[in-house]
């Protein structure tokens, strides 16, 4: 028996197993997963309408680990879309909750996507022996930055602060790496992330369209509380759109990796879906996603074969076509046309300059703090410590990296990541599987985010570390059938021989 040593798998599926059984396994307990949807859903509705009061903002939580639960043992694939909708629609259901009940500046429903997310770390657990493999690799670089960074934020901010941070970062982290070690049901996951980005992008973008036109008053309420300036003002035709989520970044990234996922697919339906989230992408005026979704863009199109870009094309006309009667409104267009005119003069741009000058003053004290200060000393986790330490914001990636990890884990960290992007140049089944080579794509824009915010937490990061993990999950499965083999001549052996193999088995 061949071994391939990335994965640890064996090269011909044919020979340990049948591939029906190994690779296109029917979901199990198909009724327990939708008994345990439904009752979900139906909690969720209660609660919003105000039942349980104050304790709801815990019961969602409870509510989401417990489903979670049932579907990660039941179904790989249906855990993971239900893990990403918790991401996508959890920011709205604590601002209505907080409507309801009071505003909590640390309301415990956040807790429910980071919390499910982290439920992955069973399917880790019980394939820990892959990590030994080259594919994974550098996931041990960036546990071991982790590790490192939780030790450091211990000393400096406490158990709690520091604790809290980490499950920040590594229940997106282990949730991209439940996808790469379930690529056996990778055309489960694929099927199931492309119909989760499918509902989800039409409903999440037409909500933020709405909250522009018409601002929802727990979405105002919210704004007020928060006390978030980079929001705008709490008024219709006055707000930067954040949809579902809690900041226009965010949201603007699930906009961004649902139009790639989707400008991959098939089928007309497709087409409305990508053209309202263009509009919504526009109206969070978040310049950086902007350019990030054409750099995705540009790398989905050059990692597929020539004879289909006129089809690309077309698509994208057509979605333009589509986008062009919503952008030509009035307030549509001066909101849109004033946030892309700074793009002409961008150095003399207030926000920019600010930014840089930020960064700048940071930059020295990075410089100066080798080993760095440790989860728990930036974001929300300094809310849970009484001792005066850490930033709430750095409004830049690479320096909270180096600022929490030092320049030890810092660079351990991105190592990782980037020996994880250099993967997604070399595997050459992307040219002829359009899912991995558009998760790929998205995975580069959204790493092109990084200048001017985290992209390794949160939803933000959570759709980082599903793109890799998908990404890594199809090279294994492909390897498996040939088709991550570079050369024409291997492949057609390749088929041949299992052909043969499965002749053999049916006599």
């Known amino acids: ?15 340990s197993a049948p591939a029906v059984r190994l690779f296109a396994r029917p979901q199990r307990g198909v009724n327990t997963t939708t008994v345990a949807v439904g009752l979900f859903i139906l909690a969720t509705a209660a609660m919003l309408t105000g039942l ?22 039941r179904s790989p694939a249906m855990y993971s879309s239900f893990a990403l909708w918790m991401w996508f629609v959890s920011p709205f259901v604590r601002r209505v909750l907080d409507y309801r009940h009071g505003w909590n500046s640390t309301n415990p429903a956040l807790l429910a996507p980071p919390l499910v997310a982290a439920l992955s770390i069973i399917t880790l657990a019980r394939n820990a022996r892959e990590l030994r493999g080259q594919l994974f690799a550098p996931y041990l670089l960036i546990l071991g930055a982790l590790a490192y960074g939780y030790s450091v934020g211990l000393i400096n901010a406490g158990l709690i602060p520091s604790t809290y941070a980490l499950l ?10 439940h996808l790469a070690l379930s690529w056996r049901h990778y055309l489960e996951l694929s099927a199931a992330i492309r119909k989760t980005f499918s509902v989800a992008l039409p409903i999440l973008a037409v909500y933020g369209i709405y909250q522009f036109v018409r601002l929802p008053v727990w979405d105002a309420q919210w704004m007020i509380n928060a006390d978030l300036k980079s929001l705008g003002s709490p008024l219709p035709f006055l707000v930067r759109v954040f949809g579902t989520l ?4 965010p949201y603007a990234a699930v906009l961004l990796s649902g139009m790639l996922m989707l400008l991959s697919g098939k089928g007309f339906i497709r087409f409305p879906g990508i053209a309202v989230a263009a509009v919504a992408l526009l109206l969070t005026r978040t310049r950086a996603v902007w350019v990030a979704f054409l750099i995705g863009l540009v790398m989905q199109q050059l990692s597929q074969p020539v004879i289909r870009l006129p089809r690309r094309i077309v698509t994208l006309v057509i979605v333009s076509i589509l986008a062009a009667p919503l952008t030509q409104i009035p307030s549509f267009r001066d909101t849109i046309g004033s946030r892309m005119s700074t793009l002409k003069t961008i150095s003399a741009d207030n926000s920019f300059i600010k930014r840089v000058q930020f960064s700048q003053a940071n930059a020295n004290e990075i410089v100066a703090t080798a080993l760095g200060n440790g989860l728990g000393t930036t974001g929300g986790a300094i809310k849970l410590t009484n001792v005066q330490v850490g930033l709430r914001s750095l409004d830049n990636g690479f320096l909270e990296l180096f600022y929490l ?3 030890l884990g810092g660079a351990m960290f991105l190592l990782g990541v980037a020996a994880l992007l250099y993967q997604s140049f070399r595997f050459a089944e992307a040219r002829r599987d359009p899912f991995s ?23 933000t990061g959570t759709l980082l570390w599903t793109m890799l993990g998908l ?17 024409r001549a ?17 006599r």
């Open 405 to 407: 990890f030092g320049w």
């Open 168 to 177: 920040t970062w590594i229940a997106p982290l282990v949730f991209g790496l």
């Open 437 to 459: 080579s558009a998760v790929r794509a998205t995975a580069i824009a959204l790493v092109s985010i990084l200048p001017i915010g985290d992209v390794f937490t949160g939803s």
């Open 490 to 506: 291997a492949r057609a052996h390749f088929a041949a021989q299992e052909r043969a193999l499965a002749g053999s088995g049916a």
């Open 52 to 73: 349980g009061g104050r304790a709801a903002n815990v019961a969602y939580a409870v509510a989401a680990v417990l489903a979670a639960a049932v579907l990660l043992a």
């Open 471 to 487: 990404g890594i999950a199809a090279h294994a499965y492909h390897l498996t059938t040939g088709l991550a083999l570079r050369s």
């Open 246 to 249: 809690n900041t226009p970044g």
């Open 1 to 15: 028996m061949t071994v391939i040593t990335a994965p640890q798998i064996p090269s011909s599926p044919a020979r």
